[in-house]
């Protein structure tokens, strides 16, 4: 399958760290499956795979991990 945004590159199956919002606060998913373009970079994920993350930030009680996020702000 080709990539539907640059139309030149292919996509292949990697992993990627997916960045979400949930109830305010941001959340890195480590992993993820993906399919990558190997021109433009460009990340195409399946509903399936959305719905599994999802699924998992409402039921996890405990992320695996915490790390600090860099905030910048262009109008400060
Ligand atoms: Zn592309």
Redesign the pocket.
């Known amino acids: 399958m080709?990539?539907?945004?640059?139309?030149?590159?292919e996509?292949f199956n990697t992993v990627t760290d997916y960045q979400t919002k949930f109830k305010g606060e941001y959340i890195v998913v480590r992993n993820v499956p993906v399919q990558q373009?190997?021109?433009?970079?460009?990340y195409i994920m399946s509903y399936a795979t959305i719905k599994q993350i999802e699924d998992m930030i409402q039921s996890k009680k405990k992320p695996d991990a915490y790390i600090e996020v860099s905030v910048f702000d262009m109008t400060g």
């Open positions: 080709n990539c539907s945004v640059c139309k030149n590159g996509l373009c190997n021109v433009c970079g460009e």
